[in-house]
C-alpha cells in the first residue's frame, strides 16, 4: 500500500466490507457451538487469558483482519515507534512512551540518543525524593513531616495516576506501605475541587506536587497559584520551596513560576501526555503514597523497585506487543477486533467493564488515552477520511454499571464490551461458610454477562417458560452482541501495568490501522482559544464594568447575565 493511499481503498478493506454481510447472517448461538473455532480464540499471555469467541468473527474473519493489519504496514508502525522515529508527525516527535518502562540496560533512541539512561536518573532522582519525605527526612517549613500529597494535574496528567492510585488503594502490599498518607488529585479548576481536597489537610503537612507536561495549562496553572496562595498565606511565601515541585517537560516555565528546577522532574516530549503515567507523572506521586522500595516477596526474593513492579508489568506487555506474531499478541488482537466492530459494523461505542472495584477509574483513563488519540477526521498525511476513526469509550466496574446501563446493551443498542475479571480479589472475603461469597458473587455476574449477551433469549424460549404472551416482546433478547473477556489471575502493581499497556497499545493499533496520528491532540485547541476570549472579557468587565462584546447572540446574552 502506497503511503498516501487509504486504507479504505485497499483491497483486505473491501473484502471484510462484503465479509461482514455474510457474518451478519450468523448470530453468536451458531458460532459458540463451534468447539474448534472458541478454541482457536483463546490466547494466554503471562497468566492473562483473552477469550474473544464471542466477537462476530470467525478464524476466516481473522485472517482478513491480519491481511488488512499488514496492509496497513502494522508491523514496521509498531517497530518505527519502538526505534524512536517521529512517528508524531504535526508535533514532529517520536513516542516512545515504551522507554519509560525499560529496564536500565536497554537502549531506546530518540534523534539517535539512547533516552534510558535521562529516564532512569529521574527514576532515581524520585526514589531518593519520595523516601526522603517518606522518611521524614524532608520536612516542611515548620519542621514537620509532610505526610499528605495533592497532585494537581489535568487529563494525561491525571486520568492515569488517579487509576493506578485508586488500584493500588485496596492492594494489601501497597495498602500497608501507605499508612498514615494521604494523596489526592485537584483536576477541576472548579473552586468546588479545590475545597474538597484541601478539605481536612493542613498546609503545613502538605506536599505539592504540579503536573503539567506544558506548564501552561490554564486550569492546572491556577490551581497550582490557588494552592501556592493557600501554603503562602499560612506559612509564608518561602514555605513554597519545601511545599512544592514540580512535574514537566518545561523546566523554564517552572523556574518563573517559583519552584525551585532542583525540585523539578523532568520527562520529555517525547512522552505524551496520555503515555505519561509511567513517567514522573505517575511514578512520583505513586513512589510517595507507596514507596518506592519494598521487599518482593513473589518473585525472587530480592529487593527490588516496588514501584518498578509496575513499571515491569508494563515492560512485559511492551515485549510481548513487539515480539509476538498477530495471532497470540494480546493488543494487536484487541486492536484490530475493534478496528472490526468500528468501521465493518459500525458499532460508535465501546464499553470497558472492570469486574473489579480497584479498576474503577481504568474506564475513565482509557477513555482519554483512546478517545484523545483517535477521534480524528483526517489521515495521518491531512487527507480527510471518508470514515469514522475512534471510538465511544465509557465504562463502570461491574456489578454496578449492570444496574445502570447494562439495559441499553442488552435490548437497545449494541456496544461491543470488554470484561475483565480477577481470578483472586485483592481482599479477603469475609462470608466463607456462605454458599457464595462476594467475589464468587461478583465473578457469577462476570461469567453471565457475555453469553446473556450473545446468546439472548427468543420468543419460543419465553413461551416454553409460560410467560405470559403479551409481556414476550418486552423480555425477547435479540442476542448476538459481541464482547471480548480479559481473565487476569490477580490485580497487583505487575498486573496493573500490564494492564495498562495492553490498553495504550491497542489504541495504537487502531490508529495505526486506520492510518492517523494517534499522538497529536489538535481538537482540544480550539475551546482553548475560545476560552481565552471569554476570559478577557470576564476580565474587562469586572475590572473595568465593559459589557459583553464580541460574541454571538447567543453567547452575549449568557454572558451579561453571568456578569450580573
Ligand atoms: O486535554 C488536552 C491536553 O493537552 C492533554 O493531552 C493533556 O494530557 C492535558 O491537556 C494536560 O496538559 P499538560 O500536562 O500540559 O498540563
Known amino acids: 500500500m502506497a503511503s498516501s493511499t487509504l486504507i479504505c481503498e485497499t483491497q483486505p478493506w473491501k473484502d471484510l466490507k ?106 532515581d532522582k524520585i526514589k531518593d525524593f519520595s523516601e526522603r519525605v517518606r522518611n521524614g527526612s524532608w520536612v516542611g517549613a515548620t519542621g514537620k513531616a509532610l505526610t499528605d500529597v495533592i497532585s494537581v494535574g489535568i487529563g494525561g496528567s491525571f486520568l492515569g495516576p488517579l487509576f493506578v492510585h485508586t488500584a493500588l488503594q485496596t492492594d494489601p502490599e501497597a495498602s500497608k506501605c501507605a499508612t498514615g498518607r494521604q494523596l489526592r488529585f485537584l483536576a477541576n479548576v472548579d473552586p468546588i475541587d479545590v475545597a474538597r481536597n484541601i478539605a481536612g489537610l493542613k498546609p503545613e503537612t502538605t506536599l505539592v506536587l504540579v503536573v503539567s507536561k506544558t506548564f501552561t495549562t490554564a486550569e492546572t496553572m491556577l490551581n497550582a497559584r490557588t494552592l501556592r496562595a493557600w501554603i503562602s498565606k499560612e506559612l509564608g511565601p518561602s514555605a513554597v520551596a519545601k511545599h512544592m515541585v514540580a512535574i514537566s517537560t518545561n523546566l523554564t516555565l517552572v523556574e518563573k513560576f517559583g519552584i525551585d528546577p532542583n525540585n523539578a522532574f523532568a520527562f520529555w ?80 461505542a465501546s464499553a470497558i467493564l472492570p469486574y473489579s472495584q480497584a479498576l474503577e477509574k481504568f474506564a475513565p483513563h482509557i477513555q482519554q488515552v483512546s478517545m484523545e488519540s483517535n477521534g480524528k477526521g483526517v489521515s495521518i498525511d491531512g487527507k480527510p477520511l471518508p470514515f469514522e476513526t475512534g471510538e465511544i469509550d465509557f465504562g463502570e466496574p461491574g456489578t454496578n454499571g449492570q444496574h445502570s446501563f447494562y439495559q441499553l446493551i442488552h435490548q437497545g443498542r449494541v456496544v461491543p464490551c470488554d470484561f475483565i475479571g480477577i481470578v483472586k480479589s485483592q481482599q479477603p472475603v469475609y462470608l466463607e461458610g456462605e454458599v457464595v461469597n462476594n467475589h464468587d458473587e461478583l465473578m457469577s455476574n462476570f461469567f453471565a454477562q457475555p453469553d446473556a449477551l450473545a446468546y439472548g433469549k427468543t420468543p419460543e424460549e419465553l413461551l416454553k417458560e409460560n410467560v405470559l404472551q403479551h409481556l414476550v416482546p418486552h423480555k425477547t433478547f435479540s ?86
Open 269 to 348: 516530549d517525547w512522552v505524551g501526555g496520555r503515555y505519561s503515567v509511567c513517567s514522573a507523572v505517575g511514578v512520583l506521586p505513586l513512589s510517595i503514597q507507596y514507596g518506592f522500595t519494598v521487599v518482593e516477596k513473589y518473585v525472587d526474593k530480592k529487593f527490588l523497585f516496588f514501584y518498578s513492579r509496575f513499571l515491569k508489568g508494563a515492560s512485559s506487555i511492551d515485549q510481548h506487543f513487539y515480539s509476538t506474531p498477530f495471532e497470540k499478541n494480546l493488543p494487536v488482537l484487541l486492536g484490530i477486533l475493534s478496528v472490526w466492530n468500528v468501521s465493518f459494523f459500525g458499532y460508535p
Open 479 to 564: 442476542g448476538n452482541r459481541p464482547s471480548l473477556s480479559l481473565l487476569l489471575p490477580s490485580l497487583d502493581a505487575y498486573k496493573i501495568g500490564q494492564l495498562l499497556a495492553i490498553y495504550e497499545h491497542r489504541v495504537a493499533v487502531q490508529g495505526f490501522i486506520w492510518g492517523i496520528n494517534s499522538f497529536d491532540q489538535w481538537g482540544v485547541e480550539l475551546g482553548k482559544s475560545l476560552a481565552t476570549q471569554v476570559r478577557k472579557q470576564l476580565h474587562a468587565s469586572r475590572v473595568k464594568g465593559e459589557s459583553a462584546e464580541g460574541f454571538n447572540f447567543s453567547t452575549t446574552t449568557m454572558l451579561t447575565k453571568y456578569l450580573k
Open 18 to 123: 462484503s465479509h461482514v454481510e455474510d457474518i451478519k447472517k450468523t448470530h453468536l448461538r451458531e458460532l459458540l457451538s463451534d468447539t474448534d473455532r472458541c478454541k482457536s480464540m483463546m490466547v494466554d499471555f503471562d497468566g492473562i487469558t483473552l477469550d474473544y469467541s464471542r466477537q462476530r468473527a470467525t478464524p476466516g474473519t481473522m485472517d482478513k483482519l491480519y491481511n488488512l493489519a499488514e496492509t496497513a504496514h502494522l508491523k514496521e508502525k509498531i517497530n518505527r515507534m519502538f526505534n524512536g522515529e517521529r512517528i508524531n508527525s504535526t508535533e514532529n516527535r517520536s513516542v516512545l512512551h515504551v522507554a519509560l518502562r525499560a529496564p536500565r540496560d536497554a537502549v531506546m533512541q530518540s534523534d539517535g540518543k539512547n533516552v534510558v539512561p535521562d529516564v532512569w536518573n529521574v527514576l
